[in-house]
């Protein structure tokens, strides 16, 4: 069975600092892969998604980036975390063409940036 | 992606069955019908799809009603578990990949 692993559970970083959110699938090979951001009593951001190893396509410009190092792997990164990037970092992935395949989501990260 | 209409909020007790509806008035021939949950403090969960067809799984059941203009989701027996607020979406081809989730139902479930 396939099982999605993100790390850490919950993370209080300082204004300004970097960041890195690792995400990992097993049990599958060339998945879809997604970064989502929820902030507080609010919907779903796609923030980016990768169809393969280095193809990463971003849907919000912002002071994030996301890399996709190994088939398996997603890492969502910052080099100066904002007060306005707070919020529940949330990896799925897919088996394909995201109309007909349903999105798995992993545990989360709960980002607070002071 | 086409829009979907749900209530804000049902409630049920438990061991009970819930019937959780969907209005998609607008939805075209090749569109499939998902459905998440969001449980408190954590993230959106996977529950059923289809297109045309009925569908079960271990989660739920989810009836697609002939004009495919509505479409309602069943819990058989609703466990305190099953709490959470449920979206009813709609996935076009050659939509975007984003998942885009209403303000969905808000599901109580009474011991």
């Known amino acids: 069975s396939q099982t999605i692993h993100q790390w850490p559970a919950t993370l209080v970083q300082p204004v300004g600092s970097p960041l890195s959110l690792e995400c990992t699938v097993e049990g599958t090979s060339n998945p879809n892969l997604y970064w989502y951001r929820q902030a507080a009593g609010r919907g779903l951001q796609l923030l980016f998604y990768?169809?393969?190893?280095?193809?990463i396509s971003s849907e919000v410009p912002q002071n994030l980036s996301a890399s996709r190092p190994q088939d398996r792997q997603f890492i969502l990164s910052s080099k100066k975390l904002l007060l306005s990037d707070s919020g529940f970092y949330l990896c799925?992935?897919?088996?394909?063409?995201?109309?007909?395949?349903?999105?798995?989501f992993g545990p989360g990260t709960r980002l607070t940036v002071l | 992606d086409a829009k979907t209409t749900q209530p804000n909020s049902m409630e049920s007790n438990e061991e009970e069955p819930v019937h959780l509806p969907c209005n998609h008035s607008?939805?075209?021939?090749?569109?499939?019908i998902h459905w998440y949950r969001q449980l408190p403090s954590q993230g959106p969960e996977y529950v059923i799809h289809?297109?045309?067809s009925n569908v079960n799984n271990r989660m739920a059941s989810l009836a697609i009603a002939e004009d495919r203009k509505s479409s309602t989701l069943i819990l058989h027996r609703a466990t305190l578990r099953d709490a959470a607020v449920y979206y009813c979406?709609?996935?076009?081809?050659?939509?975007?990949?984003?998942?885009?989730f209403g303000k969905g139902t808000k599901l109580t479930v009474n011991p």
């Open positions: 990768s169809v393969g190893i280095g193809q």
């Open positions: 289809g297109l045309t």
């Open positions: 799925a992935w897919s088996r394909g063409l995201a109309f007909y395949n349903e999105q798995f």
């Open positions: 979406i709609l996935r076009s081809q050659g939509g975007s990949e984003k998942l885009v």
């Open positions: 607008t939805i075209s021939g090749t569109d499939y």
